[in-house]
Every structure is written in structure tokens, then in C-alpha cells.
């Protein structure tokens, strides 16, 4: 089985701070696929990133960054200077090659305030 | 323009009266599936589709059906809808088969059932 966990459920922060959001994942395949969705107040899901298991590099795009580290089964998400439009609920999701089922966490709703 | 299309956005129905959501892709994408999203539970799968012809339960099927006679659509039935069935739908589609494609979703459709 499959599993995504966001712990945190709600975060506030004040504008300009950096914010960093957990997930952690279980699996017992080998080849999997990790995926950031940020679902604003309008409620369409966006996509933010897609990592392959054989790929541990972390990725930057802007404020946005990712760490990936298979060790802790983890693919944490940090928004650095967060902005009042990074407020939305955002979903780490899991599939894998055996497994064709997409899993989602539960979601963090993540408030900026001015 | 690469999309998935969900109709209708907006449904507010009756206990029992058969309803089908809609959803079409322009992308060739074999895979396609469906989600629901509800406070506090996320993201959850109710049936995907890895082929023409080919489907399979997510981890809530009850009460849904769906078909797919052909790669572009993937209609949700209600057979006999009920309360608990008040929620937001998500369909979405993917090139399993791609390094880095997306799950691309619809924006959604929200079912009221009074």
C-alpha cells in the first residue's frame, strides 16, 4: 500500500517569511513519482512539480524549491519571501510504476498575511 | 490547447436521479482518472483508467460507475445519487509513459445532492 502524510494541516505566516511544507511518503516500489499541487481559493489544481524516484536532485524554480531525500522518505516544499498569493491549500501526491493508483495527502492550507 | 474539460462545473440534484459528469482530453493521454475532494480528506481516487476498455476502483468506487469506450473520455455516473455524495469532482489524465508529464485536472465540477 501507499501512503502520503502531511502532517501540518494549517500554517499561517506574515508576508516575506519562508515557510517550508512536509510530506512524507511510504511505498514498497522502487519506481515511483512524486508530485506538488497548489489548489488556490478559485479550487483549480495546479501544478507545481513532478519527481522521479531515480531522480534525488532538488529542485529550484524561482521562490519555489524542493527537497527530495529518499533516505527520509520525504519531499518537503519551501517557499522562500512567501507572498499573500502563495495562500492556497497545497497536495503532495505519490503513484508508482507497480501501482497505478494516485495517493494525496490530505493538504496544508497555507495563509500569507499582508 | 492542452486540457481536460469537465461538465458541468455546477450541479445541484435530488436523491436518486441519475447524473453523469462529463470529461474529454485533447492529449492522447491513456491514463485518465477520477477524484473527489472533501474537507479535511483531500484528494481521494475513485476509479482510474489505464486504457481504452480498461478500468479499476480507486479507494472510494461506491456509488460511482464509470466507461471508457474511447482514449478521450471518461464520464463519472450516478446511478442513484445521495447526500454523501455532495462534494468536488476532479477528473485528470496523464502520459504515464513521460519523464516529467503532469497529472493534468479539470477544473472541477461541485455536486450538490439534496
Known amino acids: 500500500a501507499q501512503k502520503v502524510t502531511q502532517a501540518q494541516t494549517e500554517i499561517s505566516v506574515v508576508e516575506k517569511e519562508d515557510v517550508t511544507l512536509d510530506c512524507v511518503y511510504e511505498?514498497?516500489?522502487?519506481?515511483?513519482?512524486l508530485f506538488w499541487y497548489k489548489q488556490p481559493p478559485s479550487g483549480e489544481l495546479v501544478f507545481l512539480i513532478r519527481?522521479?524516484?531515480?531522480?534525488?536532485q532538488n529542485e529550484i524554480s524561482g521562490r519555489y524549491s524542493w527537497n527530495f531525500q529518499k533516505s527520509t522518505s520525504s519531499f518537503n516544499f519551501t517557499i522562500t519571501a512567501s507572498q499573500v498569493v502563495d495562500s492556497a491549500v497545497y497536495f503532495c501526491a505519490l503513484t508508482s510504476e507497480a501501482n497505478s493508483k494516485l495517493t494525496f495527502g490530505k493538504g496544508i492550507t497555507l495563509s500569507v498575511r499582508p | 490547447e492542452a486540457q481536460v474539460t469537465q461538465n458541468p462545473r455546477y450541479l445541484i440534484t435530488v436523491t436518486g436521479k441519475k447524473l453523469t459528469v462529463t470529461c474529454s482530453q485533447n492529449m492522447n493521454h491513456e491514463y485518465m482518472s477520477w477524484y473527489r475532494q472533501d474537507p479535511g480528506l483531500g484528494l481521494r481516487q475513485i476509479y482510474y483508467s489505464m486504457n481504452v476498455e480498461v478500468t479499476d476502483k480507486g479507494d472510494v468506487p461506491e456509488g460511482y460507475k464509470v466507461s471508457r469506450k474511447e482514449k478521450r473520455n471518461f464520464p463519472l455516473i450516478l446511478e442513484s445519487p445521495s447526500p454523501n455524495q455532495t462534494s468536488l469532482y476532479f477528473c485528470?489524465?496523464?502520459?504515464?509513459?513521460?519523464?516529467?508529464?503532469?497529472?493534468?485536472f479539470g477544473n472541477g465540477t461541485r455536486l450538490t445532492v439534496t
Open positions: 511505498t514498497r516500489d522502487t519506481t515511483y513519482y
Open positions: 519527481r522521479n524516484s531515480f531522480d534525488e
Open positions: 485528470a489524465s496523464m502520459d504515464r509513459n513521460s519523464y516529467n508529464s503532469p497529472l493534468h
